[in-house]
């Protein structure tokens, strides 16, 4: 049965740190890309950043340069570290699991591809300004 489950979100002042740590389970996690998409009120759920098994990544503009995604692939473990925070990075971040991709997205950056995602219950991040 796969599992992933978030943790780390929390509430932070704008220009500080968090990170995230999604733990999966259930699949062989080194062998497919993940990634972390977010969901801000009011707006449709957006790619943030993703990895590939090979330890490429890709995220989305306005996170580059503030945020790294890495993998701890002894552990399946998913991690995002997020400095320099804004409060319009307020949102629930989700991970996400392709069950059947290993590749990014040559289009959407911060996604997987094809994109057949397992998705974590997510967890809250709030920055206040």
């Known amino acids: 049965q796969v599992r992933v489950v978030e943790s780390g979100g929390g509430s932070v002042q704008a220009g500080g740190s968090l990170r995230l740590s999604c733990a999966a389970s259930?699949?062989?996690?080194?062998?497919?890309?993940m990634g972390w998409f977010r969901r801000a009120p009011g707006k449709e759920r957006e790619g943030v950043a993703a990895?590939?098994?090979?330890?490429?990544?890709s995220y989305v503009d306005a996170v580059k340069g503030r945020f790294t995604i890495s993998k701890d692939n002894a552990n399946n473990t998913l991690y995002l570290q997020m400095n320099k925070l804004k409060s319009e990075d307020t949102a629930m971040y989700y991970c996400?699991?392709?069950?059947?991709?290993?590749?990014?997205?040559?289009?959407?950056?911060?996604?997987?591809?094809?994109?057949?995602?397992?998705w974590g219950q997510g967890t809250q991040v709030t920055v206040s300004s």
């Open positions: 990895i590939d098994p090979d330890g490429s990544t």
């Open positions: 996400a699991a392709d069950l059947v991709g290993s590749e990014l997205s040559a289009t959407r950056p911060g996604a997987c591809y094809p994109g057949d995602y397992f």
């Open positions: 259930g699949y062989p996690s080194s062998d497919y890309c």
